[in-house]
């Protein structure tokens, strides 16, 4: 059996964090198929008591661990691992700012607002989707701003930060009816910078679900 163990599906940008960092560290991982949209399985009372009683993936597995929240998990691996890892207190409480940023705020929106545009039917109320698009427009400008001072979020090399930042980044434009790598420059070279990384792989291709069908 694999040391580690991801629940996840294809679609789920926040697992995406957890299975792109555990392939960037060349962990012996493997996934295992939540069906979020047919099964409902994450309100599920099993998944509730066995797996997360916070009814999320990402959740990782390791040990007698189960693990959930994805700056967590990439926490927990940047210390086993050594990789991806802020150096001393100011880089980790600097790291730990722009997750929790990142959570709230960039992937934190773009996540509902994607869901509410592809895969809920009808499709989500439009003032709904125009709030969301207004604060995905204004954090990814914050977003924009810092890369453009630095290859990676915290400075030279790339951290836990920048892996968190990954989230929803390289889903399709489509998905989104709009392009976010053309739209902000500094954020289109910074994924093509963390896409060079060895181990790098779209979400599709890293976790099981895709294509969905509703
Ligand atoms: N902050 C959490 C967010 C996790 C999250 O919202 N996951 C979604 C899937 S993309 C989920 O499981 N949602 C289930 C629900 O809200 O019912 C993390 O980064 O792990």
Known sequence: MPEYQLYCFAQSGNAYRAALMLNLIGADWKPIFVDFFKGG???????????????????????????????????????????????GEDEELEALRWIIFDNQKVNGFLGPF?????????????????????????????????????????????????????????????????????????IGSWLNRMKALPGWAHPYDLMPGHPLKL
């Open 114 to 186: 994607r869901f509410l545009k592809n895969f809920v039917r009808p499709a989500g109320d439009p003032t709904v989707l125009a709030f969301l698009k207004g604060r995905i427009d204004g954090n990814l400008a914050i977003l924009d701003k810092r890369l453009g001072k630095a290859p990676f979020v915290l400075g030279d090399r790339p951290t836990i930060a920048d892996i968190s930042f990954c989230g929803y980044l390289y889903y399709p434009a489509e998905e989104f009816g709009f392009d976010i790598a053309a739209e902000h420059k500094n």
């Open 41 to 87: 399985e994450t309100r599920t009372p099993h998944y509730r008591a066995e797996i997360n009683e916070m009814g999320e993936v990402p959740v990782l597995a390791h040990g007698g661990r189960m693990l959930s929240q994805s700056g967590v998990i990439l926490t927990y691996l940047a210390k086993r691992s050594g990789k991806f890892k802020p150096q």
